[in-house]
């Protein structure tokens, strides 16, 4: 989905009349938009971060560093950072003031979207960095320390991941029984409407061992539940330990095999991408959590063509019957854009029949928004904004009865829950279903890490509400 060098910005003083503080004593602050590909990659930076001596902070005002991760799949996602650094500058030329640096860096999809861009629009800004260039955070830093302006957006040649530090087991431990690791990046697919193939560039797998590696680590730190992160991650594929030639559901088998981690789930997934292996890994692998996001994003044949697609409303039907099949338990979940460019009435009504016809656990839905760069947004025939407002109602309004109809058929049954974290309310801890609902149980129901049987006993907005079984 979601970098140069230009003239000084306006704060007033000059990075070399600032103090700048000696290393291990630097805090950063990181902010991160979008999807969870960027949560994965905020923790990344930061651990790239703390091998230059950057310790991280939840205190904006106090940092030497401010990163923001930014998305720029929709134009209000993509808005926000500029909004942010407004505050940001204010907070820049405070610090300035009292003889304090402040760098402020803007990474992810906005950065390898807009690059230098950036920098014109809001001057605040030091480093512009994409996400293929993470692994040269540190030396774009003490460029930039220096006071020069960067921007670095190329695809870089070498493995990123290969060259970003591994996080110490401490780290780790600290982030939870629940962690994202990312298997594959960009997207060659180019549906009209996206930016990602823009801004993640085209589709990288990366290799076997390296995947295994990570997941022992995390499962030796006590991570419980590993989601598989990558914007087509059902497009992964690799060279196995065998030496033949692996999809991802031959990579789940061996995820699967680690001491320790009990629970695997992947997305986002494309439904051209779901190969009988995988339907299989759903069937067989008890540890892969039966519970799937896959994006449809129109019902109708015409809009699915004129957004490159590539399948039919029936082969998405036929697909969800081969996984049902395959696992009866599985709850499905998609993405949805009403008010594409030429989308009817009539093709808005085919996308609520596949909603009727899939019945979702859960869902997410926009209104489409033309990006810059991409097909979608010089077609001729834009819906008006009215228009995609009272769709996204409709369908909203039908998704919502759905999910809230999924919640409530598993009042009264026992179900597994993973036990995340302290509740909000003293006396509760947070778990998690096997279909990524919020559980909620007395403190004393289990340990933070633990699988526990719970018994459902009512429902909340988004969260369910149990007691040990
Ligand atoms: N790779 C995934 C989706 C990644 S983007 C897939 O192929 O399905 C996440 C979601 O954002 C998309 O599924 C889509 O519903 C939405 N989205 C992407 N571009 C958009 C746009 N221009 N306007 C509105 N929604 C968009
Ligand atoms: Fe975007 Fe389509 Fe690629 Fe998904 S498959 S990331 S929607 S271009
Ligand atoms: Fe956004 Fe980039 Fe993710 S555009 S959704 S942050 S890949």
Redesign the pocket.
Known sequence: ??LNTIERDDIGAAAEDLVVPPAATRKVFVKT??????VYDSQRMTDALATDGYVATDAVGEADLVLL?????REK??EKVYSELGRIRELKAERAKAGREMLVGVA???A??EGAEIIRRSPVVDLVIG?QTYHRLPAVLAKARSGEKIVETDYAVEDKFEHLPQPKRAELIRRGVTAFLTVQEGCDKFCTFC??PY??GSEVSRPVAQIVAEAERLADAGVREVTLLG?NVNAWHGRGEDCEEWGLGRLLFRLAEIPGLARLRYTTSHPRDMDDELIAAHRDLPTLMPYLHLPVQSGSDRILKAMNRRHMAKDYLTLIDRIRAARNDIALSGDFIVGFPGETEADFEATMQLVEDVNYASAFSFKYSPRPGTPGAEMNDQVPEAVKDERLQRLQALLLKQQQHFGASLVGRTIDTLIEKPGRQAGQKVGRSPWLQPVIVDEKAGEIGDIIQVRITKTGYNSLFAELA
């Open positions: 989905m979601e938009y979008g999807c969870q590909m960027n991760n930014t998305c720029h799949i996602a993509a992810g999809c906005v390898q979207a996400p930016v990602v801004t993640r914007q």
